[in-house]
DNA sequence: AAGTCACTCAACCGCAGGACG
DNA sequence: GCGTCCTGCGGTTGAGTGACT
């Protein structure tokens, strides 16, 4: 048994918002406010659902709401955080003063992903298009020839992403406090997260004009345009490990922590800067988003050899189909 | 000028979760 | 604990519009 819809369909206004019900919306909420949203047709005089009356008010209606293009700033904070977070467009939305999430949603859909793909970035995941196929082809072929395939299926199914959420939530929470948050993987490695991106005003790196200008950047840099900052050797080198994409899931933060990779946040200038107390990380312009994520979330060593892996798979894709990427079409 | 296509964006839909009795 | 109501959210649709043939 479903549940009953919130108003009689058969019966209310549907589709595009007339001046004259838009100025009784108007009108109501500067009298009594927005809240009971089921109530407002009636005593505003609307024939329209209640979900429709508060779309209006929070898509279009709002005060605070901006009307005009989104800037080039706006749209390198869309492409950023969906990079981290996916389309949590509500999320997103609150990063932008003055946009909504449908707006947010409708950018990205409209232009957004298009340039991205047309650059040959993946707007799903982020990563080029030869690494994508490159790990497809190692998924669909079994991963055979060496041990890491459960690496790379989790690298396809984005648990990069299931702790850059979790990241994302706890931002969320701490609109003011500039500290450092420390939460886990499941290596126990703790990842320390600066709320204060909150609030900032944005970093743009070259690469984040490349994006936002349409130009084309190699395949294998194109991926990313958090900054990373390598920071002085801190320690012993990480241990190598075996990965599973379970490792990579988010622990419960109440576990002991033992190891030491970081994601933090720079405290002055950036806001989505990643840094890595990994001592074999290097941040020449061939790191791609495969490898910082990579290393976000677990030991830099122990991924690098895989990174590597696909970046020399990558390589001999282009030797063997130099018409692949210019050919694909999505 | 007329028809077609592609694009944009406002609006809708259904689901999930929280609040409350 | 359960049912109901309300709100928030993400995915999808379709009307409007401009570009192109």
């Not at 002991?256 to 950036?270: F, I, K, R, Y």
Request: hydrophobic residues 30%; neutral net charge; proline residues 5%.
């Amino acid at each position: 048994m479903g549940r009953p819809p919130c108003c009689d369909k058969s019966n209310v206004k549907k589709g595009l918002w007339t001046e004259e019900e838009d100025a009784k919306i108007l009108a109501y909420v500067a009298i009594h406010g927005v809240g009971n949203w089921s109530l407002i047709p009636k005593k505003a005089g609307l024939n329209r659902c209640g979900k429709s009356c508060r779309l209006r008010w929070t898509n279009y209606l709002r005060p605070d709401l901006k009307h005009d293009s989104f800037s080039p700033q706006e749209e390198e904070l869309i492409i950023e955080c969906h990079r981290i977070i996916g389309s949590r467009w509500s999320s997103i939305a609150r990063k932008l003063p003055g946009r909504t999430d449908n707006d947010v949603k409708n950018h990205w859909n409209t232009k957004l992903k298009k340039r991205l793909m047309k650059m040959g970035i993946d707007p799903v995941t982020h990563k080029s298009v030869s690494q994508v196929l490159s790990e497809f082809r190692n998924i669909s072929g079994g991963g055979h020839g060496n041990g890491n395939s459960s690496f790379k299926t989790e690298l396809s199914n984005n648990s990069v992403l299931t702790q850059s959420n979790s990241a994302w939530e706890m931002m969320r929470r701490n609109t003011t406090t500039t500290s450092h948050e420390t939460y886990y993987n499941n290596n126990n490695s703790p990842m320390i997260f600066s709320s204060e991106f909150q609030t900032s005003p944005f970093h743009f790196s070259n690469h984040s004009n490349h994006l936002l200008n349409g130009t084309t950047s190699s395949c294998s840099s194109s991926s990313s345009s958090a900054s990373i900052t390598q920071q002085p050797n801190q320690g012993s080198q990480a241990p190598v490990t075996t990965f599973s994409w379970s490792d990579y899931l988010l622990s419960d933060p109440v576990l002991p922590l033992t190891s030491q990779t970081q994601v933090v946040g720079s405290s002055a200038t950036s806001n989505l800067t990643f840094a890595q107390n990994e001592p074999h990380f290097n941040s020449q312009a061939e790191c791609s988003s495969q490898k910082i994520d990579s290393q976000a979330v677990g030991t830099c060593h122990s991924a690098s050899s895989f990174v590597d892996e696909i970046l020399d798979k990558d390589q001999e894709m282009l030797s063997q189909f130099p018409q692949l990427l210019n050919d694909f079409d999505y």
